[in-house]
């Protein structure tokens, strides 16, 4: 089966750095993405890594490494609006995607 | 463009009554698919589609769930009849084959009463 291990929670102060972790397991990993939804709205995509390391978009980066079954979103100089649920989402050779539960960020003033 | 669009936005009916969903998914994008989500479930995939045609239906909780895809721009999704636990908020997402990420419709909240 597929399973997808992420906090349910996370804190941080506004104009820090927060990691969100995620660990998986699946058979046939193609890639790990991640997603924004805030309250009421839509998930969006954010990124997207299918190899080891480090993708940096602006002030979101997304790391992983296939080896231990592991990435994390990094979220530099939080502004209140990243407050939000994030999600990792594993994609698996036949296409479809399964999200995790999700961490909701809330980031104090 | 408009992005993926779904309608409606919210639902309210009553049990045993007959729901559909609609989807438009963007132009192009060749993969489309089907999500619920609630607090206690989180996202779930209930089916999705490649060009039009149905690859895999695993999530689609019961008999009471069909959906269908007559054309590249047009996907419903069918509850009938509906009960109270169908109640959550229902996306619907496309992708193209180049691109990594879904984009996700607004979604539809149903409140089966």
């Known amino acids: 089966g597929q399973s997808l291990e992420q906090p349910s929670e996370v804190t941080a102060v506004e104009g820090a750095i927060v990691q969100i972790n995620c660990t998986y397991q699946t058979s046939g990993f193609y890639g790990l993405s991640w997603y924004q939804q805030h309250d009421g709205g839509a998930p969006t995509f954010l990124s997207y890594?299918?190899?080891?390391g480090l993708e940096e978009t602006g002030r979101f980066s997304s790391f992983l490494s296939r080896s231990d079954s592991y990435g994390y979103l990094l979220l530099q100089e939080l502004q209140m609006k990243d407050s939000a649920s994030y999600f990792c989402?594993?994609?698996?050779?036949?296409?479809?995607?399964?999200f995790g539960k999700g961490t909701r960020l809330h980031i104090l003033p | 463009d408009a992005g993926v669009i779904q309608s409606p936005r919210h639902e309210v009916t009553e049990m045993g009554q007959e729901v559909t969903l609609r989807c438009k998914p963007i132009?192009?994008?060749?993969?489309l698919f089907w999500y619920r989500q609630t607090m206690m479930r989180g996202l779930e995939l209930l089916i999705y589609?490649?060009?039009?045609?149905?690859?895999?239906d695993s999530g689609m909780p019961e008999d009471r769930f069909s959906a269908k895809m007559p054309n590249a721009s047009f996907s419903t999704l069918k509850i009938q009849p509906s009960e109270p636990r169908d109640s959550a908020v229902y996306f619907c997402a496309s992708r193209g084959t180049e691109n990594y990420g879904y984009t996700f419709g607004s979604g539809t909240r149903l409140t089966v009463v």
């Open positions: 589609f490649n060009n039009n045609v149905p690859i895999d």
């Open positions: 890594n299918a190899l080891d």
């Open positions: 132009s192009g994008h060749d993969y």
């Open positions: 989402a594993v994609e698996n050779r036949d296409d479809k995607i399964i």
